[in-house]
């Protein structure tokens, strides 16, 4: 019987575990999906890891919710914004990381380490202007609320979030000392009566591609604007330029989906975009900065001099205060939707 060895063959195969053909990666697209596709998923894709399937989306936490609870999860990988980080981990939609097949903790910025995700990179809201109309640079964001001095329309994201904790620093209130002042009743009456001053040179922004739309035009004089997006628009050769005082800084994470079929494969993944080379890759086609801090030092000064995370650009830097917004985040945006609509 020359059967029984084919058997046993075929036996000892389906004994194998099922090696993911297609690793589905869910990103934000734009520059940012880009940047991953050159740094992360083609060289994963060439060490024979899996085929990576790209998926775009726009943060809608409620598509995770509702494959996990259908157990019908079809995304492996996805990179969430912090605030979704937690919400998600605390509501059971991730699954946990077994950081020891990931890299040491030691390595990577402490915001970065977390029981269900690992950050990818640092991103910052920032002060941006167009270098060809504004030849003397605002500084502060004292200065772009000085529309005497700096004469037109001011662009702003229409939401609470970051335009209140500039609003404190516009009106004199050090970044360490923003979230203390904006927990009172009083220091948030300060920031929403700061925001009134500007309210009648604001044009207000909601994609992320707007912003250096809306300078190059000559829409606004400035506006705030997340950095990866003015740095996207430099590289198209527009001489627009961003003041890093008082920025605020936040990190996106890879994350799992409970119930991924593909779980061994996708944590390959997260190890292999979290290591110092791929993450020093990923900073030279994106000025987001690396949560690996090995990664710094494989990378030249004028790389280093646009990423949030260098010295000189994140000494007065905020970090985004994820669980004041978590806890107040709700009353607030609801306090702003009632003001803006006024």
Not at 56 to 72: F, L, P, S
Request: contains cysteine.
């Amino acid at each position: 019987m020359k059967l029984k060895p084919v058997l046993i063959a075929v036996a000892a195969l389906m004994a194998l575990p099922a090696m993911a053909q297609n690793l589905t990666v869910v990103n934000f697209g734009g520059a940012n999906g880009a940047a991953q596709k050159k740094a992360y998923f083609e060289p994963f894709e060439k060490a024979g890891g899996a085929k990576i399937v790209p998926v775009e989306y726009n943060g809608e936490q409620a598509k995770i919710k509702a494959m996990v609870e259908a157990k019908k999860v079809t995304w492996d990988v996805v990179e969430v914004e912090s605030p979704d980080l937690s919400r998600g981990c605390d509501e059971g939609l991730f699954e946990k990381l077994d950081w020891k097949k990931i890299g040491n903790k030691a390595d990577f910025q402490k915001a970065a380490v977390h029981a269900c995700g690992v950050g990818t990179f640092v991103w910052s809201t920032v002060m941006a202007y167009d270098g060809d109309k504004l030849k003397k640079a605002p500084t502060t964001w004292a200065d772009f609320w000085d529309v005497k001095k700096y004469p037109g329309k001011r662009g702003m994201r229409k939401g609470a979030r970051y335009n209140l904790e500039f609003a404190l620093m516009a009106d004199g209130v050090k970044p360490a000392d923003v979230y203390k002042v904006l927990a009172t009743k009083d220091g948030a009456e300060r920031a929403f009566k700061k925001l009134t001053e500007l309210k009648p040179n604001i044009q207000w922004w909601e994609a992320g591609a707007q912003p250096p739309q809306f300078l190059v035009a000559g829409d606004v004089v400035m506006t705030t604007a997340y950095n990866g997006r003015i740095d996207a628009a430099q590289r198209e050769g527009k001489n627009l330029k961003i003041t890093w005082t008082g920025g605020i800084y936040d990190l996106d994470y890879w994350v799992m989906p409970k119930g991924t079929p593909n779980k061994d494969a996708a944590l390959k993944f997260i190890a292999a975009a979290s290591s110092a080379n791929a993450q020093a890759e990923y900073a030279k086609n994106i000025s987001y900065g690396p949560t690996n801090t090995k990664a710094l030092g494989k990378l030249d000064a004028k790389v280093l001099g646009q990423l949030p995370t260098s010295a000189a650009n994140s000494k007065s830097a905020l970090q985004f205060g994820i669980g004041f917004w978590a806890d107040q985040g709700e009353a607030l945006e609801k306090r702003f939707s009632a003001w803006a609509a006024q």
